[in-house]
């Protein structure tokens, strides 16, 4: 399996394509959807960007990166090329892997509504903040792998750049099992999803959880939770509503950090139990992060994700007296209190925590108005995937909590990595796809809902600033965003596969035969007669 996996690699490491695209610039022709119809630019398939510092997350270097149809062909200083080639100077700025956002959700149909953003709004965004690759999740339908598998293939026809996916896990039969195989065999899914929390809807239980693992590991597929304890939410959720708290604050009440502590360490377990690795998305509190991080220092493969809002933000917002303002932080598990934000940044600078995604999940105030007289009805998720990129410059970087080759590692490569699609993705490097974004660390950023290109009417960092603004981003060796224009177009996107057994399943064999010799069982007994 292993030689497989690598086959596979070399074979889309090497592949080498090119693109057509149209221009799509943007408008004010709504408040936040800026497209309008594409026009008939045809760039030079051969692009320079000389001079700047080019990062890795292990090393950087001063140097001219070249690029081929849409792959790095050369990180040297002082390329020389002709007339034909494409300029971009990058002197005094950053040269680094665009973003890969781990965990998003782009046209995501929650059964009474769905996401605002789709495959192409969604990606537009995440261009313009400097991400060039993200993976979402596929929901079965109906319980059926396939035909999710299918349905997503269809929402991902108009995509404007790379995108992978994951795929949920609803339910246990024998069918799902021959399923997640096709899933990893013939789609390129390396991870899986388990929700913990959702009762009645998503969430399974332990005996499905511990079926989920056992073939995840010998899929070579990467088991990933959702790790809140539904029990305990729905119990907090009916104390709320009989208490009379029915707004926006009765959500982060019902479901505190201990009830994403106790399912976190019971997921840990689990895989433990089974000698898995495990990835916990959305990590939102100190009782979470301490788990995986007294497992990690036991030697354990656990991988945590925090998200850009929990760096980011604290729960106060919830409490805030204009029910529009507070629901569009609803979000699970809920942003914490003061405190917990920097817990979690701590943890990211110390390798605690291993990568930031966002989990953006964009639905407008008319939908969030949904719960205005009750919180459980308010569809869960908050916006992040054009944000993430700067957000964490601004925490991390400027503040001197982490180096620019630690913002690559944790931005882009480490992701890449754990998904198995290094150094084609996460890395400048000759052969790497040319997914580059350059960023000058003296420019300054401003977010707002007026000038985000999200069809979100809303933005949980409103007005927020800070250092740091990504001026040029490249995806497949395009120019998509420069300027402050976009120019990108519906199906120029391409789903890329990840292949099954990354670097987490190493030594996991061993592993295994270290406990069966450790058994001394079973132990041979002479047999009596009564």
């Not at 849409?70 to 892997?97: E, F, H, Q, S």
Request: hydrophobic share 40%.
């Amino acid at each position: 399996m292993r030689r497989q996996s690598m086959r596979f690699i070399t074979s889309q490491f090497l592949h080498i394509f090119s693109l057509t695209f149209f221009t799509v610039i943007t408008s004010s022709l709504s408040q936040s959807n800026q497209f309008c119809d594409a026009g008939t630019e045809f760039p030079s398939s051969k692009l320079l960007v000389k001079g700047g510092t080019v990062v890795n997350a292990h090393h950087q270097q001063i140097a001219d990166v070249y690029v081929e149809d849409g792959v790095i062909v050369a990180v040297n200083p002082n390329i020389r090329v002709g007339d034909d080639v494409t300029v971009i100077d990058a002197l005094g700025k950053y040269v680094m892997p665009g973003g890969i956002d781990p965990h998003t959700h782009l046209e995501f149909d929650v059964g009474f509504t769905a996401t605002v953003d789709d495959f192409f709004s969604g990606q537009a965004a995440a261009l313009a903040g400097g991400t060039t690759m993200h993976i979402d999740f596929v929901i079965p339908l109906n319980g059926s792998l396939i035909a999710g598998f299918e349905d997503y293939e269809k929402k991902a026809k108009k995509s404007c750049m790379d995108y992978g996916f994951h795929m949920v896990i609803t339910k246990w039969d024998e069918t799902v099992s021959r399923e997640m195989e096709l899933m990893v065999k013939e789609k390129g899914i390396n991870s899986f999803k388990f929700f913990m929390a959702y009762k009645g809807i998503l969430m399974i239980n332990d005996e499905l959880l511990l079926e989920g693992f056992k073939k995840c590991k010998s899929l070579g597929a990467l088991a990933m939770v959702h790790a809140e304890n539904g029990d305990a939410v729905y119990e907090g959720q009916e104390k709320m509503i009989e208490l009379g708290i029915t707004g926006p604050e009765g959500h982060a009440l019902s479901r505190p950090p201990v009830v994403e502590g106790e399912a976190t360490s019971r997921a840990i377990r689990l895989a433990d139990f089974v000698n898995t690795p495990l990835y916990v998305v959305h990590v939102m509190s100190i009782d979470a992060m301490e788990e995986i991080a007294k497992a990690r220092k036991s030697g354990q493969k656990v991988i945590g994700e925090p998200i850009a809002s929990g760096l980011a933000l604290d729960e106060s917002w919830l409490w805030h007296p204009d029910f529009e303002i507070a629901a569009k932080y609803v979000m699970s598990p809920p942003i914490r209190k003061r405190g917990h934000d920097r817990a979690l940044q701590a943890a990211l600078s110390t390798g605690v925590l291993q990568l930031v995604g966002t989990d953006h999940c964009a639905f407008n105030s008319t939908q969030k108005a949904r719960g205005i007289d009750d919180f459980r009805k308010i569809p869960n998720g908050v916006n992040g995937i054009e944000e993430r990129m700067h957000l964490v410059w601004d925490i991390m970087v400027e503040s001197g909590q982490i180096t620019p080759s630690d913002y690559v590692r944790l931005t882009s490569t480490e992701c890449a990595r754990i998904f198995n699609i290094y150094p084609k993705k996460g890395a400048i490097l000759p052969g790497s796809d040319a997914d580059i974004i350059i960023l000058n660390p003296n420019s300054s950023f401003e977010i707002s809902a007026k000038s985000h290109h999200s069809r979100l009417d809303t933005n949980v960092y409103e007005g927020r600033r800070g250092k740091g603004k990504i001026e040029v981003t490249i995806a497949g060796g395009r120019v998509v965003w420069e300027n402050d224009k976009l120019k990108v177009s519906p199906g120029t996107g391409r789903y890329i596969q990840m292949p099954p057994f990354s670097y987490l399943f190493d030594g996991l064999d061993k592993k295994d035969a270290i406990y069966l010799n450790s058994l001394q069982a079973p132990v041979k007994r002479a047999k009596t007669s009564s």
